[in-house]
């Protein structure tokens, strides 16, 4: 029974013991520090692992890593454990006082937690220096030198499944990570194959397509020669007889006069001279203008078709709202057909007309006023406007190089110019167009005599200017956040990078082979798509979508027009057409009306 109780008591203190070690130095605690975690150490221990580490403000704890803010002093103005010191203090514990441990028979057979060198005594400390279990006895012989980090096997085994416990969480987050590229990658494949398949087929009914035009165009060209050949031949047979009628009546004729001139006497052939001599007139020279058919085949190439090829990624971002649920909200009646700007608090509809801007109500259509601006700021004639940030419009004029800034009611602000200063004398301006980011408060005004454009800050200061080589600006709109321009020139819409790259060409009317005919484009919010106004001579005049980036037609989303020029997007859902003899709201009937 004393040998339990020893045993017992033995195994208490070891307990008490290990919870007043540090477990950087392996000894009695020394004015113990607290971190954020509830882990104690010597502060001298913390000081020199924060130097080691070349820690000044957060310190990581050595057993759990979990941070911790050090106060403006340092660590000596850590929390201060003083249960922890007052117990040390209290209650000296030594090694030397505790009753011997009994070991387990077990472990003295099979040393596996007794030291090999001091023969008996318990393996508990860990030197992390030499990365082994040691007895207390090591600790004063081998593996006290300078520089060897011991701490409690409890402590050291704690930390190591805490952070095994990590490594475990992390790899199983790695793991979902990888079961996921698999399916996107067993995806892919069924992707692949099917575009392969869908490619294969829209090639073998092109050659289908292909061969029937061709034979249709041979059996047209082989009818054509046919039936010219046969003109041809049967005008040659009506000459030949012609000919031919003509030579038996000039043989006679020529037989008559030479048998006349040989055989008759003078008083019959002094009478028939006269006659044969009248006769001549019908057996002069004939004119032979019979013209035939020469056939030649010129060959033309046929362009059997062309196969493109993009990389994309296999997890496809691009998403765009494919609503056709778009309606008439609004109508203003007038005759507008140039510039349009909504306000950015989507209560006002800004519009050039004739020399003058007129302005008017969304929700009710009413007109509110309009301005030409005062001497020497008059417009002449407004070309295109939009509203700036502060409520102001920016408006260009027919002629003038400037962009001039009036209030609401027409009070002149401030006009900038799209030239550098070392261009003015050296080229000619005829600004076009105007478009405007409400968000980043950014300008860009097209110029069709340079075919340039160029960005502005709010103020009017020139941020660059972009060279658009052949492309004559007539419309354009802008979104700083995805870095685009859309750019119109009344038959394409260019959607080109602000760097200057350009990046698509909306060329053709939805699928078919008809072009756009595009009046002016705008994009969405986020740029994920684009709408465009078009508008065929005697054919028809819509409103179509198209996603951004990819250019891949979206459908038409409103037809009842009349000739639509220039639009523009606003609060989220919100479509303003100018459509010659008045402006159209339309709106996305999927969201709450104006």
């Given amino acids: 029974m004393a040998k339990a109780g020893n045993q017992e008591a033995y195994n208490s203190l070891q307990v008490i013991a290990g919870q007043l070690d ?62 922890l010191r007052d117990v040390i203090d209290a209650v000296p514990l030594e090694d030397a006082r505790l009753p011997k441990r009994r070991l387990d028979p077990l472990e003295e057979k099979d040393g596996t937690r007794t030291c090999g060198v001091h023969n008996g005594v318990a393996r508990d400390i860990y030197c992390a220096t030499c990365n082994v279990l040691v007895c207390q006895k090591c600790i004063g012989t081998g593996h006290c030198s300078t520089g060897h980090s011991h ?10 499944r805490n952070y095994l416990k990590t490594l475990s969480s992390e790899s199983a987050d790695k793991l979902v990570d990888l079961d996921s590229m698999q399916d996107e990658i067993r995806k892919a494949e069924e992707t692949l194959r099917e575009n392969r398949q869908k490619t294969m087929e829209k090639i073998g009914e092109h050659v289908m397509k292909v061969t029937t035009v061709v034979l249709e165009q041979q059996s047209s060209l082989i009818k054509e020669v046919d039936a010219k050949y046969q003109a041809d031949v049967e005008a040659l047979e009506r000459e030949k007889e012609r000919i031919a009628t003509l030579r038996e009546n000039l043989q006679q004729y020529h037989d008559e006069t030479q048998m006349t001139a040989r055989n008759q006497d003078d008083e019959t052939v002094v009478l028939l001279e006269s006659k044969l001599d009248s006769d ?25 078709g062309s196969l493109t090829t993009k990389s994309r990624p296999v997890k ?60 020497p700021e008059c417009l002449q004639s407004p070309q295109d406007l939009v509203f700036l940030k502060d409520g102001n419009l920016a408006v260009i004029d027919a002629g003038s190089p400037y962009v001039r800034v009036f209030t609401e009611d027409g009070r002149f602000v401030d006009k900038f110019n799209t030239l550098e200063a070392n261009e ?27 075919k340039v454009l160029t960005f502005h800050h709010n103020d009017g200061t020139i941020l660059q200017t972009l060279h658009l080589n052949k492309i004559d600006p007539v419309a354009v709109d802008i979104n700083v956040e995805a870095g685009l321009v859309a750019v119109t020139n009344l038959i394409f819409v260019h959607i080109v990078s602000m760097t200057g790259k350009g990046l698509l060409v909306l060329e053709r009317y939805g699928d078919t082979k008809w072009p756009l005919a595009a009046n002016a ?20 005049k819509s409103i179509l979508q198209y996603a951004i980036p990819s250019g891949k037609y979206i459908g038409c989303i409103y037809k009842d027009l009349s000739g639509p020029t220039r639009l523009t997007f606003f609060k989220n ?16 009937a999927a969201e709450s009306e104006i």
């Fill in 521 to 540: 484009a705008c994009f969405d919010a986020n740029a994920k798509s684009v709408f465009v106004t078009r508008s065929m001579p005697f054919g028809e």
């Fill in 424 to 450: 003015y004398k050296s080229l000619k301006v005829k600004l076009s167009c105007i478009g405007y980011d409400k968000q980043k408060g950014v300008i860009v005004i097209g110029d069709i005599n340079r």
């Fill in 280 to 304: 001549k007139k019908s057996h002069q020279r004939q004119e032979f203008n019979l013209r035939i058919t020469q056939f030649d085949f010129t060959e033309t190439s046929i362009k059997f």
């Fill in 22 to 83: 540090c477990s950087i130095c392996a000894n009695r605690l020394s004015d113990p520090k607290d971190l954020d975690c509830s882990h104690t150490f010597c502060c001298k221990c913390l000081t020199d692992y924060a130097r080691s580490k070349k820690l000044s403000t957060v310190i990581a704890c050595p057993l759990c890593r979990q941070n911790t803010v050090l106060p403006p002093g340092g660590i000596t103005y850590l929390k201060t454990n003083y249960l």
């Fill in 573 to 588: 859902n919100m479509l303003a057409v100018a459509d010659g003899s008045s402006v159209k709201m339309l709106m996305n």
């Fill in 316 to 375: 496809a971002t691009e998403t765009v709202v494919t609503t056709f649920n778009w309606k008439k909200s609004k109508e203003i009646a007038g005759s507008f057909n140039r510039g349009l700007a909504v306000s950015p608090c989507g209560t006002i509809l800004a519009i050039c007309k004739s020399n003058e801007v007129r302005l008017y109500k969304t929700d009710n259509g009413l007109f509110i006023s309009s301005f030409q601006g005062s001497s």
């Fill in 151 to 160: 701490y409690s096997l409890h402590t050291r085994a704690s930390y190591a």
